[in-house]
C-alpha cells in the first residue's frame, strides 16, 4: 500500500471511528432502559457504517443499483447527521452545567427567628407596662423592665442586620443565577447568535448539523478513495506497451492464436463506453477468458495506441 493509500485509510478508519464513538454515546442518551439503550447504539452503528462505506460499495453496481444506493446513503446520511447533532447538544448541556456549577453559591444568613414586627409588638407591651410600673413606684420591676426594654432594642437591630444581609444575598443569588445561566452557553454559540439576531438554541443545533455533516462527508470521501486505489491493480510488465518495438514496424493489431477476432472490437467499444479499463484483469473478467488471452489483447490496444 503506497504512503498515500495508507493516509486515507487511516483518515477514513478514524472518521468511521469517531463517528461510531458518537453515535453510540447519542443512542445511550437517547434511550431509557439497558435494552433500549443498545438498540439506539445498534441502529446508530448500521447507519454510520452505510453511510460512510455505501458509495465505494457502489462504485461497481449497475445504474439501477447505484440510484438504490444514492437514495439510501441520503437517507443514512441524514440519520446520522441527526445523530450526531443529538450528541453535540448533549455535550454542550453537560458542559455548560459544569460551567454552571463551578460559580460558587453565596452562603445563606441564619434566621434570628422572629421577625421585625413581633419584636416591635414586644417592645410596644414593655413599654406600656413600664410606664404603668413606674407609676406604681415598684422599683425592682421597673428595672427589670428596663433591662428587657434594652435587650428587645439589641433584638431589634440584630433582626435588621440580618434582613439586610439576606436582602444582599438574595440579590447575589440572582446575580449568581443570572451568570449561570449565561455561561451553561458556549461562548463563542452566544456570540454567533447576537452577531446573526437567532435564538442560541437554534444556532447550537445548526453548528452540531454542519459538524456532523464535514465528518461525515470526509469519512465518505476517503472510504471512496481507499476503495478506489485498492481496486486499481498494479502495472504489471505486460500490462505495459512494450515501447521498444520499433513503430514504424507494426502495421496493425496481430492477433494471437488463442484469441477470437472479435474480442479486440469487444474490448474497444466497452473501453470507448466507459465500462472497461484496459487492464489485463478487467479484460480477463469482461471477456471471460484466460490470462494468456487477456494479455495477448491488452497487448494489441497497447500497439494500437502506438499507431495512433
Same mark, same amino acid.
Given at each position: ?43 446508530? +452503528? ?43 447538544? @448533549? ?12 460559580? $460558587?453559591?453565596?452562603?445563606? +444568613? ?12 414586644? =417592645?410596644?407591651?414593655? +413599654?406600656?407596662?413600664?410606664?404603668? %410600673?413606674? #407609676? ?7 428595672? $427589670? ?8 432594642? !439589641?433584638?431589634?437591630?440584630?433582626? %435588621? ?7 444582599? *444575598? #438574595?440579590?447575589?443569588?440572582? =446575580?449568581?443565577?443570572? %451568570?449561570?445561566?449565561?455561561?451553561? !452557553? ?9 452577531? +446573526? ?23 465518505? @470521501?476517503?472510504?471512496?478513495?481507499? @476503495? ?20 514504424? #514496424?507494426?502495421?496493425?493489431? !496481430? ?15 466497452? *473501453?470507448?463506453?466507459?465500462?472497461? =479499463?484496459? #487492464? !489485463? ?16 489483447? %491488452? ?10
Amino acid at each position: 500500500m503506497s504512503r498515500i493509500a495508507w493516509c486515507t485509510a487511516s483518515i477514513a478508519s478514524a472518521a468511521t471511528v469517531t463517528s461510531v464513538c458518537m453515535s453510540a454515546l447519542a443512542g445511550w442518551q437517547r434511550g431509557g432502559w439497558l435494552p433500549e439503550r443498545l438498540l439506539w447504539i445498534a441502529i446508530g +452503528v448500521v447507519l454510520v457504517l452505510s453511510a460512510h462505506l455505501l458509495p465505494a460499495m457502489c462504485r461497481s453496481a449497475s445504474a439501477r443499483g447505484r440510484t438504490i444506493g444514492v437514495v439510501l446513503w441520503i437517507a443514512c446520511m441524514a440519520a446520522t447527521c441527526v445523530s450526531h447533532a443529538t450528541f453535540f447538544l @448533549f455535550a454542550q448541556q453537560h458542559a455548560g452545567q459544569r460551567r454552571a456549577q463551578a460559580i $460558587a453559591e453565596p452562603a445563606p +444568613v441564619a434566621s434570628a427567628g422572629r421577625t421585625v414586627t413581633q419584636i416591635a409588638d414586644d =417592645r410596644a407591651a414593655t +413599654v406600656a407596662e413600664l410606664v404603668a %410600673r413606674c #407609676t406604681a413606684g415598684c422599683a425592682a420591676r421597673r428595672t $427589670a423592665l428596663k433591662a428587657r426594654l434594652d435587650a428587645l432594642d !439589641v433584638d431589634m437591630a440584630e433582626t %435588621r442586620r440580618q434582613e439586610t444581609q439576606a436582602d444582599r *444575598i #438574595t440579590a447575589q443569588q440572582d =446575580r449568581v443565577a443570572e %451568570r449561570r445561566d449565561a455561561v451553561r !452557553v458556549d461562548p463563542v454559540t452566544s456570540r454567533v447568535a447576537a452577531l +446573526v439576531g437567532a435564538p442560541v438554541a437554534r444556532v447550537d443545533l445548526l453548528t452540531g448539523l454542519a459538524f456532523a455533516a464535514v465528518l461525515e462527508g470526509v469519512a465518505c @470521501f476517503c472510504w471512496l478513495l481507499t @476503495f478506489a486505489m485498492q481496486a486499481a491493480p498494479a502495472l504489471d510488465p505486460s500490462d505495459a506497451p512494450d515501447y521498444r518495438m520499433p513503430v514504424g #514496424t507494426v502495421t496493425a493489431p !496481430v492477433a494471437e492464436p488463442d484469441e477470437a477476432p472479435g474480442d479486440l472490437a469487444q474490448v474497444l467499444e466497452a *473501453i470507448a463506453a466507459g465500462r472497461l =479499463r484496459g #487492464t !489485463v484483469s478487467e479484460i480477463r473478467r469482461y471477456l471471460g477468458c484466460s490470462q494468456s488471452r487477456a494479455m495477448a489483447v %491488452r497487448r494489441q490496444l497497447a500497439a494500437g495506441a502506438q499507431i495512433a
